[in-house]
């Protein structure tokens, strides 16, 4: 037992085994991919954007003619780096040893990228040395048409695309819709882990990529659906967990993916037959312990009245109205304009989101477990 992996992760995609539901929406996107429609994957933060992509690619391993390449901009700080990104994953993605890679390796090497390692994983990594924009531009244009002119669909997705923003150039935008707009073979899934720059990107009108794309919203996973989920992968490693600790589990991370995920990770890793309630409680209290001093750094960065405001919002779990006279006088926040100010702060600092995508919109608590320490306290 001593050996045995957690099949509960708390990062990347280890096969569908361990991948929860999501079956419309895997559904939905294999639609969109074969009816050649460009995607945005809409949703707030660990809730599972990444995994669905990865399990959605998943899918595509053994069929030849469709060529999945995902790439995570998140590090690039400018144009540059995005092609050189974008080169090293195309790049690791064919192996030399077919026609279609050989074809697409020598089309690279014309652009004369140097080719270095990287030191940890070993891996190749493609960087051009591009004098001025008009280069980057044609390079970008010459990655994707290589692509486009072979006799098989490609599907890129670019993860956290929103950080395109955060380049000096500021027609990265108008690039890539220019190019992307070209292409007849390739499509693109976009998705991002900040919902708010990735709405201004997609749906503003002025901007390049306004309705350029079918968006896709990506909510919480089922309760009965994730409880099956739980009790099944405790089932298939001979260990045994009861209804009212999956409940638990479930009610304590309202279902947020990242949350329930590594709640889950903690009570696999207690490596005992049977998990029930008190063990569950048992780990909370030492996640909390864990996270305690993060959970007071916040504190410190954050003003006293914004603190006391989140604490009034987690104690609310799901608040609906911030501005009702009800919620500022049971928490003395002050005036209305004060609650608008720190709303305001901790909106952008990401401490809350507001989940405004059901009938009812409310604001609450980002991180669940922070949440829930706020509502002990
Ligand atoms: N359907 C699922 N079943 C089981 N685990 C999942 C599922 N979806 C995601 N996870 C796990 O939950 C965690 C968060 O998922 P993921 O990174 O995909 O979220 P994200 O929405 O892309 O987050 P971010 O906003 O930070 O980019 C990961 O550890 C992932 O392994
Ligand atoms: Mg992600």
């Not at 099949?7 to 294999?30: H, I, Q």
């Amino acid at each position: 037992m001593e050996n045995e992996f957690n099949p509960f992760f708390v990062s990347g995609y280890r096969g569908a085994e361990y991948f929860c539901d999501r079956e419309n929406e895997t559904l939905k996107l294999k639609q969109h991919i074969a009816n050649g429609k460009n995607t945005t994957v809409f949703a707030i933060r660990r809730i599972g954007k990444t995994g669905l992509i990865q399990h959605v690619f998943s899918s595509f391993i053994n069929k030849p003619k469709v060529v999945c390449i995902y790439v995570d901009i998140l590090g690039t700080k400018n144009i540059l780096e995005f092609t050189n990104q974008l080169a090293t994953a195309i790049y690791n993605r064919f192996p030399e040893n077919n026609s279609i890679g050989k074809k697409i390796m020598s089309a690279i090497r014309l652009l004369r990228p140097l080719i270095s390692f990287d030191t940890l994983s070993g891996s190749p990594e493609l960087s051009f040395s591009l004098g001025n924009e008009k280069l980057y531009e044609t390079t970008i244009a010459q990655l994707f048409g290589f692509l486009d002119a072979q006799n098989i669909k490609v599907v890129f997705a670019i993860d956290e695309f929103q950080q395109i923003l955060a380049y000096p150039e500021q027609n990265t935008e108008a690039i890539l819709r220019t190019h992307i707009q070209q292409l007849k073979n390739t499509q693109f899934i976009f998705c991002g882990s900040d919902q708010k720059l990735m709405h201004e990107i997609f749906n503003t009108a002025k901007r390049p990529f306004f309705a350029s794309c079918t968006s896709m919203s990506l909510g919480f996973i089922e309760f009965e659906v994730y409880a099956q989920f739980i009790k099944g992968v405790f089932e298939k490693h001979k260990r045994k967990i009861s209804e009212e600790a999956i409940s638990y589990v479930l009610n304590f991370t309202k279902q947020h993916t990242f949350y329930t995920q590594y709640l889950c990770n903690f009570l696999f890793a207690l490596t005992k037959k049977s998990i029930k309630l008190i063990d569950v409680q048992f780990s909370i209290k030492e996640i909390f312990l864990q996270n305690e001093s993060i959970y007071y750094q916040y504190k410190n960065l954050l003003t006293e009245a914004q603190w006391k405001l989140l604490r009034a919002i987690a104690k609310e779990d799901r608040l609906t109205n911030p501005h009702s006279r009800g919620f500022i006088e049971k928490y003395k926040l002050g005036t209305s304009s004060m609650v608008t100010r720190g709303m305001e702060a901790l909106l952008a600092k990401e401490m809350i989101y507001q989940n405004a995508g059901v009938e009812k919109a409310y604001y609450e608590v980002y991180d669940k477990f922070l949440m829930r320490w706020l509502q002990y306290k």
